[in-house]
C-alpha cells in the first residue's frame, strides 16, 4: 500500500513541474555563411553564446525541465551543453536535448515532441535566440488560471510596448494586434511588413465595443501554452511557423472554440536576435545594460569566474589579462575579452572584442563585432560589421558596413571590402531540382579565391548574391549606400523600369495600384481561408477598376501566389524554405488558377510569370520544377505549352538572356521527364 500511495505522489509531482522548449534552430539563412559552421543558438552576443541567455532566463522562470530542440549542428549543441555543465545533475534545472535533423521548421519540431510524448503540463515556448529579463512566473500563474476558467484558452503570447521604429522591433515581426480590451483575448494578428494600409474585418466592430488596436508592440516570441498546442501542430500539418498557428485558431475560433490571449510588457526586456541588424541593437542595450541583470560583468554561471570582466566609465567592460596600449582609446560602449591585446594608437567605440584578440596600431573599430581569437593588422579600418572566429584581417585593410567575415577566413593585405561583402571558407552553393516535392539538394559550384577582391594572402570565397543585393539588405535591415542623385533623375529610372515591366501603355501607378490590391486580397483569403470564388470577385473588381487587360491579370494573378508563399517564408528563403511555404498555398489557389488560366494563350501568359518571378529569385529557382508539376498535373498547363515555352523564349522586358537561360535550365528536368513519358507513350501505341 506504501508503494502504491508514494506513486500517486510521484504523478502529481511530475504534472507539476513547469516545462519550457527552446527551439535552437532558426529555419532560415539570415546569418549566412556564420551558420555554416556554427548553430545561431551558439552565436555570441557580448561574448556569452545567445543559448546561455536564454537558459538563464528560463532557470529565472522557475523553470523545472527544459527541451531544447537541435537540427542544424545539433552536435555542437549537444556538445556545448554537455562541457558547460548544464545536462549534468548539479545544473539548476533538467535539460533534455531532442535532436531531429530532419525538421524544416518550428511547427515540425513541435510535431515531433508530440510524437515523443514530451509534454504533460503547461509549457513555455521560446527561440534559441532570445535575451529577455521578463518575469515569467505570474504570467505562468495567470494563463493557468484562465485556463481553469476556460480551457479553450490555448497559449497566452507575450509582447512588449516598442515604437514601430525602435532599434529593438525587427522588421520581420512587424505586427498589428487587436484585442479584446477586458479580457486580452486576441481577435486579430496580422503581420503588416511593407504594407501601407491595413484591412481589418468588419465582424470585429460589430461583435465587439471595447476594443484594442495595437501597432506600438514588439513580440517577445515568448508563448506560454497549453499541453495541447503540440497535438493541434501534429493536426494541422499546415502550421509551420508560431504565426500560422495562431491565425489557424482565429480563423477556426468559431468552430474549434479555442482562444488566444495576450500579455503586454512595458518596463521589463525581450528580443530574439533574428538578424545581423538585431544583432547588432541588442548588443548595444547589453552594453548599456538594459538588460541588467544579463550584463557582461554580472556571473550567470558556476562556469564563469568572478571578476570576469569589470566595468569601467563610459560602459567600457574589461577582461582579465587585457593589454591596452596607452596610446589607444575605449571610447564607449566596449567589451574587451580576456586575453586580448590592443596596439597603439587604435580607436574602439560601439563594439565588441572577443578573448584572445590581437589588434594592431593605427585601427579604427567602429560598431564591429570580432569573436575569440581575431587578429586585425595595422592601419585597419572596420565599420558596422561581424568578423567570426579565428579571422586574420593583415595589414590596411577597409572593412565597409554590413560585411561578414565568417570563420577562420583570412582578408589582406591592401584590400577595400564593399559593404555587404560576405567572406566564407564554405563556397557559395546552389539549389538542386528535385521532383514533386521533395527537399532540394546541393551543389558546390567549382570555384577559386579571389585574390583581387580579398588580397593576396587571402583564403575565402565571396558569397555573392546572383546580381541582386535583397539578401544582404534584408540581413541588414537597410539597403546599401548608392551614388546619390537628384531627384529627377531618380524619378526618371523609376519610370523607365516601370515602363520596362508593363507591355502596354497604362500609367505605372495605376498598375502597381492594381498589383497590390490583387496581393492583399490573396493575402487576407489565406489567412481568412476566404473561399476562391469570392476571391475571383475581389480581383474582377478591381481589374474593371484600373482597366487591367486579361494578359495582365494572368501575369498579376500567377505572381501574386508566387509572393504571397515569399512572405510567409521572408525574401531571403531558401529554395526548400520557400517550397515549404508554397506547398500549402498551390491547393486552396487551384481554383482561382484554374478561373484565369484557361486556354493555350493564358497558358503562355502563366509561364510568363513563373520566368521572370523565378529568374528575378535565382536562388529558388529550382522550385520552378515543382510548381511545373503541379500546374501539370491539376491540368492547369498542358504538355505542348510547356515545351513550345521552353523551346522558343520569347523576349523579355524585366530579365536578361542570362537569367533566361538559368530558368530554363532549372527546369529542364521536367521537361526531360515530359519528353520521355512522350516517347513511352508513342512506342506503346
Known amino acids: 500500500m506504501a508503494g502504491r500511495g508514494r506513486k500517486k505522489v510521484d504523478v502529481v509531482e511530475q504534472e507539476d513541474v513547469l516545462q519550457a522548449v527552446i527551439i535552437a534552430d532558426s529555419f532560415d539563412v539570415r546569418f549566412a555563411p556564420i551558420t555554416k559552421d556554427i548553430p545561431r543558438a551558439l552565436m555570441p552576443i557580448a561574448n556569452r553564446p545567445l543559448l546561455e541567455y536564454t537558459l538563464q532566463f528560463l532557470v529565472a522562470a522557475g523553470i523545472q525541465e527544459i527541451f531544447v530542440f537541435c537540427c542544424a549542428h545539433a552536435n555542437k549543441i549537444v556538445k556545448y551543453l554537455s562541457d558547460t555543465g548544464w ?92 484585442t479584446e480590451r477586458d479580457t486580452n483575448r486576441v481577435l486579430h494578428y496580422q503581420m503588416v511588413e511593407g504594407q501601407s494600409k491595413l484591412d481589418l474585418p468588419l465582424d470585429l466592430f460589430s461583435d465587439q465595443n471595447d476594443l484594442d488596436i495595437r501597432y506600438n508592440l514588439l513580440d517577445c516570441h515568448v508563448s506560454v501554452c497549453s499541453p495541447q498546442v503540440p497535438q493541434l501542430f501534429a493536426d494541422n500539418f499546415d502550421y509551420q511557423t508560431r504565426n500560422d498557428f495562431v491565425r489557424g485558431i482565429l480563423v477556426h475560433e468559431e468552430i474549434m472554440g479555442n482562444q488566444v490571449h495576450a500579455h503586454v510588457v512595458t518596463d521589463e526586456y525581450a528580443a530574439r536576435v533574428s538578424s545581423p541588424p538585431m544583432y547588432d541593437a541588442v548588443s548595444k542595450d547589453i552594453l548599456q545594460r538594459w538588460t541588467y541583470p544579463l550584463v557582461p560583468d554580472n556571473r550567470l554561471s558556476s562556469q564563469e569566474q568572478d571578476g570576469f570582466y569589470t566595468l569601467h566609465r563610459h560602459h567600457v567592460y574589461r577582461g582579465k589579462d587585457v593589454f591596452l596600449d596607452h596610446d589607444s582609446v575605449l571610447e564607449e560602449n566596449v567589451v574587451i575579452g580576456p586575453g586580448t591585446r590592443i596596439g597603439s594608437h587604435t580607436t574602439i567605440s560601439n563594439s565588441v572584442i572577443g578573448q584572445n584578440c590581437v589588434i594592431g596600431d593605427n585601427v ?93 594572402e587571402g583564403k575565402g570565397y565571396i558569397w555573392e548574391d546572383d546580381g541582386d543585393d535583397s539578401l544582404v539588405s534584408l540581413m541588414w535591415g537597410m539597403r546599401l549606400e548608392q551614388e546619390e542623385s537628384s531627384s529627377e533623375e531618380s524619378e526618371e529610372s523609376d519610370e523607365e523600369e516601370d515602363d520596362m515591366d508593363q507591355e502596354n501603355s497604362l500609367p505605372p501607378d495605376d498598375s502597381r495600384i492594381f498589383y497590390t490590391e490583387v496581393l492583399d486580397s490573396m493575402q487576407r483569403a489565406i489567412e481568412e481561408n476566404i473561399n476562391a470564388d469570392n476571391l475571383i470577385l475581389e480581383i474582377n473588381s478591381s481589374k474593371y477598376a484600373y482597366n487591367i487587360s486579361m494578359q495582365e491579370l494572368n501575369v498579376c494573378v500567377v505572381r501574386c501566389v508566387l509572393e504571397s508563399a515569399h512572405i510567409r517564408a521572408s525574401l531571403m528563403a531558401t529554395a526548400s524554405e520557400y517550397l515549404a511555404a508554397l506547398k500549402p498555398l498551390l491547393q486552396p ?97
Open 87 to 178: 545536462t549534468s545533475d548539479k545544473a539548476p534545472c533538467q535539460v533534455i536535448t531532442q535532436v531531429s535533423e530532419d525538421s524544416l521548421s518550428t511547427g515540425d519540431a513541435l510535431r515531433l515532441i508530440y510524437d515523443r510524448s514530451l509534454i504533460r503540463t503547461d509549457f513555455v515556448l521560446v527561440m534559441g535566440d532570445l535575451v529577455s529579463t521578463i518575469n515569467l512566473q505570474p504570467i505562468i500563474q495567470q494563463h493557468k488560471q484562465r485556463r481553469l476558467k476556460d480551457k479553450v484558452t490555448v497559449m497566452t503570447m507575450l509582447f512588449r510596448e516598442a515604437a514601430p521604429r525602435h532599434d529593438t522591433r525587427s522588421s520581420d515581426d512587424d505586427v498589428v494586434l487587436v
Open 364 to 456: 579604427r573599430l567602429e560598431g564591429a563585432y570580432l569573436w575569440d581569437n581575431v587578429s586585425v593588422g595595422s592601419d585597419c579600418s572596420l565599420t558596422q560589421c561581424i568578423v567570426c572566429s579565428g579571422v586574420t584581417i593583415t595589414d590596411r585593410v577597409v572593412v565597409e558596413p554590413s560585411c561578414v567575415l565568417a570563420s577562420n577566413v583570412v582578408v589582406g593585405p591592401d584590400v577595400h571590402l564593399p559593404a555587404g561583402t560576405r567572406v566564407s571558407l564554405h563556397p557559395v552553393q546552389t539549389q538542386g531540382a528535385e521532383d514533386d516535392f521533395q527537399e532540394t539538394t546541393e551543389t558546390v559550384q567549382h570555384q577559386t579565391y579571389q585574390p583581387d577582391r580579398i588580397g593576396a
Open 589 to 685: 489557389m487551384k481554383g482561382l488558377l484554374k478561373n484565369y488560366i484557361r486556354n493555350s494563350d493564358s497558358q503562355q501568359d502563366c509561364l510568363l510569370a513563373l520566368e521572370e518571378y523565378f529568374g528575378t529569385h535565382l536562388n529558388i529557382s529550382a522550385v520552378l520544377v515543382s510548381v511545373l508539376n503541379f500546374l501539370y498535373n491539376e491540368d492547369i498547363l498542358e504538355e505542348d505549352g510547356i515545351l513550345k515555352w521552353y523551346r522558343h523564349p520569347a523576349p523579355s522586358g524585366t530579365l536578361t538572356q542570362k537569367a533566361q537561360q538559368q530558368v530554363r535550365a532549372a527546369a529542364t528536368k521536367f521537361i526531360q521527364w515530359l519528353q520521355e513519358a512522350e516517347e513511352e507513350s508513342e512506342e506503346s501505341d
